[in-house]
């Protein structure tokens, strides 16, 4: 890394509040903003009510799955460690997991269509992936492959994740007409972005020439091309 910067980005009133916290933070504030403005936009059929309620539980979805995921996928022999926050540890995969089942739970409870749903939030999500990279990067965290020492992998992750995935998903397939279609849009590339991305990176768990997180992501694109070319 090219200079050093704590994990703290300020203390309030004595409580230490972090990169990691922030970008999670941001990214709510942010994605709730958008959202709702692309329902009116699009004249989606969701009340505020509707979208206050989706809102807490995708928070909850992304939090609780992406912290089971990460001791389930990368670190279960230290899963005492679950409610030890501090000590940080997220899954991507893990938080995509979450998120499904709170809009399939969503889409029950208030009989919407879960595509639609999906859709709003693939929309926003690149956001939250540009954040969370920033603050792995500010947190000297996610380190290149000793092969390649190529320590701004997650820079490149957040440029390709975050910021091109968000072009792609609101300016060029900018439409909700298809329902779903941004939805396996955003698996289809972040999937792609990550398997390629993550031969770069510091390995963990690797089987087959490939490590969990590119496993996973496999199976996300093998997903995504199945519904883009039978159902769109």
Not at 155 to 167: A, P
Not at 213 to 231: E, T
Request: glycine content about 8%; overall charge neutral; aromatic content about 28%.
């Amino acid at each position: 890394m090219i200079f050093a910067v704590s994990p703290i980005a300020f203390s309030f009133f004595g409580i230490d509040i972090y990169w990691y916290s922030l970008s999670y933070i941001f990214t709510f504030l942010i994605g709730d903003f958008l959202i709702k403005n692309m329902v009116k936009k699009n004249n989606l059929p969701f009340s505020q009510k509707n979208l206050d309620n989706l809102f807490i539980l995708i928070v909850l979805g992304v939090v609780f799955g992406g912290r089971l995921g990460y001791f389930l996928f990368y670190d279960f022999y230290n899963f005492t460690e679950f409610l030890n926050i501090r000590n940080g540890g997220m899954s991507f995969h893990g938080g995509f997991l979450g998120v499904v089942f709170s809009v399939l739970f969503y889409s029950f409870y208030y009989k919407k269509n879960c595509l639609i749903i999906a859709d709003l939030i693939a929309s926003i999500t690149p956001i939250g992936l540009f954040l969370g990279r920033i603050a792995n990067y500010l947190n000297d965290e996610i380190l290149g492959s000793i092969f390649f020492n190529w320590d701004y992998v997650v820079l490149y992750e957040s440029f390709f994740e975050g910021f091109v995935l968000f072009l792609i998903l609101n300016f060029y397939f900018n439409d909700f007409e298809k329902k779903g279609k941004k939805f396996y849009l955003f698996l289809f590339f972040y999937s792609l972005f990550r398997i390629f991305l993550d031969f770069f990176k510091e390995r963990v768990l690797v089987l087959f020439f490939f490590d969990i997180g590119q496993i996973l992501s496999i199976f996300m694109l093998l997903i995504a091309v199945f519904f883009l070319y039978f159902f769109n």
